[in-house]
Structure formats: C-alpha cells, structure tokens
C-alpha cells in the first residue's frame, strides 16, 4: 500500500533560520502530493501541492519540488517566523482520492 | 471563500452510546471524507463517499461506523456503538473531484468516550 515518512521531530530552530522537512513516500501510480499545517487546536489547513512530477508547490515562502527518482517531496523555506510554529504533515492522494499521511512533524520557531 | 463545517466542535459521550458527527462539505464538491487523528498520532482515512455510496474504506470503518448524506448539504459519520479508543479528532473533507484532487478539511470534531 501507499505509505509516507517524514522526518522525525520535534524542529526547533531560531527565527530567520532555512528549514528543512524531509518527506518520501512510497506510491502506486501518479499520486499528488500535500503539505498540510496544523496550528494548535486547529484543523488542516492546506499548505501547497503538487501534482506531477518536477511541479513546484509554494506558498507563503515555504517550497516542495515533486521528486520522482527520488520519490520525495521535502518542505523547505528560507526564513522562518516565529509564526510558523505548527505541526506539518506530508501526504499523498492516490487515484481513487484517498489520502495516507506522514506521521507529522513539530516546527518550533524560537524569536 | 467557501470551506468546510463541522459541528460539534468537541462531543463528550459514554462508551456504548452512538454519536453522529456533522459535516457540511463545499457546496459545489461531490466527494466527500472522513479522517481521524488520535492524539498525538498520524492522520488516518476512514471513508470516502460519492454519489450515496462509499467509494472506498479503510480497516478502521468496521461495522460500527456509517455514513450518510441525508440531503442535500449535509455528511454524517455514526458510530453506533463507542469504544474509548474511539475517542480522537475527526475530520471530514471535501474535493471537486475523486482523483488527486485538492481535499479540503473542516475545523475537525473533537470527540471524547469515558
């Protein structure tokens, strides 16, 4: 079955530092692939996807490039805030739309 | 912008009772799902559902659970008969389409069994 791993936390890292989150993912077909953040005691908000390979998802400065020799698809951003603190998730939607999610990883943003 | 609602926000119930979780998904979505994450824990898929019927299950949506879209607005998850590892977050999600499509989550239930 379809699966995904992320990088394990807890992250934490000062303001203004790059950030890294790895996430590879083993699939069947042509998945899509997702970014989700979670703020504390809140929902699943869309972070940025992709749906081919090579296709780059960005949003509010955080990046994933679509791998598919490597089958990764690793969250990055140049400049973290402190507002940034929440748990993000990487996941993947196969063909009959269901979604399996990484485990989920902890950014914490110190000022 | 439109977005999925769900309500209760958070439901405490006694193990054995049944509890139905409300969701009205995106008004123009046609697939409609349900996710749990335990605390602490991963996302899980449950169910999809499309055209009144479920699309797809996973292990975890045994016999106790069903869905149900009664109308036109609303999808309803029931758990007939609560256990206390029942008790977790639950999500549902709606998309335009089945394939790879952007699913879009509610604020989630929270749902607590003593």
């Known amino acids: 079955g379809n699966s995904v791993t992320q990088m394990e936390g807890p992250v934490t890292l000062s303001e203004e530092a790059f950030l890294t989150i790895n996430c590879t993912y083993t699939?069947?077909?042509?998945?899509?692939l997702f970014w989700y953040v979670q703020y504390p005691g809140e929902g699943l908000q869309l972070l940025l996807k992709a749906t081919k390979a090579d296709d780059k998802g960005s949003n509010k400065g955080f990046e994933a490039t679509y791998r598919k020799e490597t089958t990764s698809f690793h969250l990055e951003k140049g400049s973290v805030q402190v507002s940034d603190s929440a748990v993000y998730f990487c996941a993947l939607v196969n063909n009959a739309g269901k979604s399996t999610f990484g485990d989920g990883t902890t950014l914490t943003v110190k000022p | 912008e439109p977005e999925v609602t769900q309500t209760p926000s958070h439901q405490v119930t006694q193990m054995g009772q049944e509890v139905i979780l409300r969701c009205v998904p995106i008004?123009?979505?046609?697939?409609f799902y349900w996710y749990r994450q335990i605390l602490g824990q991963k996302v899980e898929f449950l169910v999809s559902?499309?055209?009144?019927?479920?699309?797809?299950k996973s292990e975890i949506f045994d016999d106790q659970f069903s869905v149900e879209r009664p109308d036109g607005s609303n999808f309803t998850l029931k758990i007939r008969s609560t256990k206390l590892e029942d008790s977790a977050m639950y999500f549902c999600a709606s998309s335009r389409e089945l394939s790879t499509d952007t699913q879009y989550f509610g604020p989630g239930t929270r749902l607590t069994v003593l």
């Open positions: 008004s123009n979505h046609l697939y």
């Open positions: 559902f499309y055209n009144n019927e479920i699309s797809e």
């Open positions: 699939a069947t077909g042509y998945p899509s």
